[in-house]
T-cell receptor, first 114, second 112 residues
Framework: ETGVTQTPRHLVMGMTNKKSLKCEQH?????MYWYKQSAKKPLELMFV???????ENNSVPSRFSPECPNSSHLFLHLHTLQPEDSALYLC?????????????FGPGTRLLVL | KQEVTQIPAALSVPEGENLVLNCSFT??????LQWFRQDPGKGLTSLLL?????REQTSGRLNASLDKSSGRSTLYIAASQPGDSATYLC???????????FGKGTTLSVSS
C-alpha cells in the first residue's frame, strides 16, 4: 500500500449503530487530519493530530470520537449519528514542519446515515 | 476568520481552450496556498503548492499565481483536455501544521 488509505470506502448505518472509520498513512508523516465534505459545502476540518496528540478540534459533536494510536493510524468512531452527518469523510497526512508542508489525502469514506 | 471563495462555481469549455480559475481569501496572512483536484466520489490530489514567499508555481500545463496583498490566486490551465474535467479546490493555511481552509471549488467540464 502507498500513500493514504481509508476503509471502508462506503458505509451505510442506522442512527443507533456504532461504526469506525480507519485511515492509514504509509508516508512516514507525523500529522494526520479528518475532514468532512458535505454536499454544496466547503471541505471542513474536524480534527488534527500532531505526533499522536490532538491539536485541533473544530467544534465537532461528541458523537464523533477520534483516536490516534500511533503516527500512522487514525480512527473516527461514530455513534448515534444523524442523517445530516451523511457526507464524504476524508483523511489526510503531512509532515509537520516540512518545507513545503503538503497534505496528502486518502480516497475518503462515503457515509450514509439512515 | 479566514474565508476562501472560488469563482466561477462551474465552467464548461471546449477542448483546447486556455482557462483561468479564480480563488480569493480574506486574511492575507497565509502560510501556504494549495490547488487540489477532486474527481467525482474520490479524494483530493495536490496539484500545486505556493508558499507565502513565492509568486507562482508551474507544473506541466498548470500555472498557479499568488498575490498575497490582494488576497488572490489564479490557476491557469493551458490547452485544456477532457481529462482535465474535475472539481478544482483552492485551500490556504495560516500556520504550519494546521488545517487547510477550503473554497467550495470550481467544477470544470472540458468537452471533446
Amino acid at each position: 500500500e502507498t500513500g493514504v488509505t481509508q476503509t471502508p470506502r462506503h458505509l451505510v448505518m442506522g442512527m443507533t449503530n456504532k461504526k469506525s472509520l480507519k485511515c492509514e498513512q504509509h508516508l512516514g508523516h507525523n500529522a494526520m487530519y479528518w475532514y468532512k465534505q458535505s454536499a454544496k459545502k466547503p471541505l471542513e476540518l474536524m480534527f488534527v493530530y500532531n505526533f499522536k496528540e490532538q491539536t485541533e478540534n473544530n467544534s465537532v459533536p461528541s458523537r464523533f470520537s477520534p483516536e490516534c494510536p500511533n503516527s500512522s493510524h487514525l480512527f473516527l468512531h461514530l455513534h448515534t449519528l444523524q442523517p445530516e452527518d451523511s457526507a464524504l469523510y476524508l483523511c489526510a497526512s503531512s509532515q509537520a514542519g516540512g518545507i513545503p508542508e503538503t497534505q496528502y489525502f486518502g480516497p475518503g469514506t462515503r457515509l450514509l446515515v439512515l | 476568520k479566514q474565508e476562501v471563495t472560488q469563482i466561477p462555481a462551474a465552467l464548461s469549455v471546449p477542448e483546447g481552450e486556455n482557462l483561468v480559475l479564480n480563488c480569493s481569501f480574506t486574511d492575507s496572512a497565509i502560510y501556504n496556498l494549495q490547488w487540489f483536484r477532486q474527481d467525482p466520489g474520490k479524494g483530493l490530489t495536490s496539484l500545486l503548492l505556493i508558499q507565502s514567499s513565492q509568486r507562482e508555481q508551474t507544473s506541466g500545463r498548470l500555472n498557479a499565481s499568488l498575490d498575497k496583498s490582494s488576497g488572490r490566486s489564479t490557476l491557469y490551465i493551458a490547452a485544456s483536455q477532457p481529462g482535465d474535467s474535475a472539481t478544482y479546490l483552492c485551500a490556504v493555511d495560516n500556520q504550519a501544521g494546521t488545517a487547510l481552509i477550503f473554497g467550495k471549488g470550481t467544477t470544470l467540464s472540458v468537452s471533446s
